[in-house]
């Protein structure tokens, strides 16, 4: 069982930044696939970046391409999401995810770990 918890959200201007970070409670968590996924209010839970447990491949949804970057660090048992360049759009609730094994995958229904989600607004 790997229990997840996100931090780091918050109220941002647009074009501005947050590093959204996720701590985990098992040191296997650096072996699995792991991604951020978010839901705005009245929507379905989407994918916004994943990371392999290797941490050589990435696969980010288009709107954040170039804006978004997932990291994570294996020895803190942590995941990160740098965002950059915030729109009004990427206003929702954040989560993080962690599969059992370590492939990166990009649908809800491959991850079985999830953290509570952390909030992030954007302003005009």
């Known amino acids: 069982q790997v229990q997840l918890v996100e931090s780091g959200g918050g109220l941002v201007q647009a074009g501005g930044s947050l590093r959204l970070s996720c701590a985990a409670s098992?040191?296997?968590?650096?072996?699995?696939?792991k991604g951020w996924f978010r839901q705005a209010p009245g929507k379905e839970r989407e994918f916004v970046a994943t990371i392999n447990g290797a941490g050589s491949t990435t696969y980010y949804k288009e709107s954040v391409k170039g804006r978004f970057t997932i990291s994570r660090d294996n020895a803190k048992n942590m995941l990160y999401l740098q965002m950059n360049s915030l729109k009004l759009e990427d206003a929702a609730v954040y989560y993080c995810?962690?599969?059992?094994?370590?492939?990166?995958?990009?649908?809800?229904?491959?991850?079985?770990?999830w953290g509570q989600g952390t909030q992030v607004t954007v302003s005009s």
């Open positions: 098992s040191r296997t968590f650096s072996t699995l696939g």
């Open positions: 995810a962690a599969r059992t094994t370590p492939a990166a995958k990009v649908t809800t229904k491959e991850y079985q770990y």
